[in-house]
């Protein structure tokens, strides 16, 4: 099903005529998509309408202030499916098969959004899906909270990495400024998810580090963690842990080799001009070009780490 596409003007004035919303983030939660549903269900009870929230997971710990500060909300039957920040279907997770082809409108932000909804408001150059939502708000002139500054900047700060990752843009920083004229601790929130560690991901890491080996005149670096190790750490503590070997000063492909019940699995990162997609296409995987994955069933971890490193070999030497 074709979307039909939306401006900012027009997705706020499908949410003036519309009321008992019922706001969709996706599967495995992430500050944006919460942080764009939260701050629209704020902003339209804000504006006296119905609106409530659902996701197929559980959110992690980290993100449930959100849920506090937003005016109390009777139940009702929803009438008005919403996404915020799903690129796919798919990405509804088990919600997908019952609400999957009832979505009214997607607001998004992903260059790869494949059209489920009846209506799409996508902004493929935003660093945040929170960006859109801010925009869109202000639109419709509902009453920003510091609450909903708090859950956008949230959103936005998460999805740009901190400000770091290219997506960022002089938009991205003019609606963050906006939002920092709001009441909220925003350098607590940016040392929450950007710098604290759990003592287990220290230790985690600590292991890691010790096992780094390096390849191609120090141009390659490669560690390896266990089904083991990684079940010393949360999942979302997890997180990260392929972008580690990719920090070191003078590697420009890192690899993280993840133990599987089958096998192994390379996570490869580029920091050069190296098409990391390319080298793990010819394993069967991929991903993009500066981030990308393959496995190797039913092989020692020896052997896998010889095949994906004499793939890097072709390409560093
Ligand atoms: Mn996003």
Redesign the pocket.
Known sequence: MESVKLGIKEAAEFLRTHDEFLIFSHANPDG??LGCAYALCGALRGMGKKAKNICADEMSKRYMFMKDGLPAQEDFTPATFVTV?VADRKLLGSLGDKYGSKIDLAID?HVSHVDFAKNLCCEPNAA??CQTVYKIIKELGAPITDRIAECLYVGIST?SGCFKFSCTSPETHLIAAELLHYDFDFSGLNYIFFDMKTKERIALEEQLYRGIEYYCNGKCAVVSVTTEQMQSVDIEDGNGISTIPRQIEGVEVGVVMKQRTNGWKASLRSNSSVDVQKICSAFGGGGHERAAGCSFNNMSLEDAKKMIVSEIEKVLS
Do not use: K, L
Request: glycine share 0%; no cysteine.
């Open positions: 944006d998509t920040d932000h945040a899906a999805d």
